[in-house]
């Protein structure tokens, strides 16, 4: 599979756009409730696949809506998919899978792997573990962590030589970037893209000191602005 025409848009708080060769596959979708991606329309998202790294709301708040307007399938751990159910998507646009799974999907491969955080789904049900999923596209490897705290799981994915890394740094309910540098050198990539930053006061970062603490140790930070594409 041709893997150079791989970008990734992002859409504010831990909402990213992945475009892998013309598959739309959306991540975490939450963009009505937050004010910094007021200039997003909802309306025009048309993914194919939706994953959910875990059920808060900050994280899912859109999931209904775009699905109902793309049709789009979801994928999540067993609990938070038993959600989505609940929320009305039908059967057959439901994927739950699990820790170590691999899906087989028509854009890539997509595995999920561990996170440190909680779950829950916003009818207040348990929403089983939170995770994040590294995403194989031709030669190249993606790796979404999720909500997640520095977790020593992280060096199992060492040996995989990721291409790139979406990681939080906001801190607060997250690793914050000093503990999301230290994530990098145990996933071993030096591209992270940041996310879970900004959208509310407890996880407000100064981006430039962010961008220093990574530089610093030799890796390279991209904090892009909502809406704007980067090519992977």
């Not at 031709?138 to 020593?152: E, P």
Request: charged fraction near 20%; include cysteine; glycine fraction near 8%.
């Amino acid at each position: 599979m041709n893997s150079n025409n791989i970008s990734a848009r992002y859409l504010g708080q831990s909402c990213v756009e992945f475009d892998f060769n013309g598959s739309k596959v959306l991540l975490d979708p939450f963009v009505s409730f937050n004010p910094l991606a007021k200039g997003v329309d909802v309306q025009s998202l048309q993914p194919s696949y939706i994953f959910l790294s875990h059920g808060h709301q900050d994280h899912v708040a859109d999931m209904l809506e775009i699905q109902k307007n793309s049709d789009a399938t979801v994928a999540a751990i067993v609990e938070t998919a038993a959600w989505v159910r609940r929320e009305g998507v039908s059967e057959d646009k439901v994927i739950e899978f699990n820790f170590g799974g691999t899906l087989n999907l028509p854009f890539g491969k997509v595995k999920m792997v561990y996170a440190l955080h909680t779950n829950s789904t916003p009818d207040g049900a348990f929403g089983g573990m939170p995770c994040g999923f590294i995403f194989f596209i031709g030669d190249k490897k993606i790796y979404f962590a999720g909500d997640t705290a520095l977790t020593l799981e992280m060096k199992l994915l060492e040996d995989l030589a990721l291409d790139w890394a979406f990681l939080p740094i906001g801190g607060h309910y997250t690793m914050d970037m000093y503990d999301a540098v230290k994530a990098s050198k145990f996933v071993n990539c030096k591209q992270v893209v940041g996310i879970h930053y900004d959208t509310f006061p407890p996880i407000s970062i100064d981006k430039e000191e962010a961008k220093k603490v990574f530089a610093a140790e030799g890796a390279t930070l991209h904090l892009p602005d909502v809406g704007e594409i980067l090519s992977l």
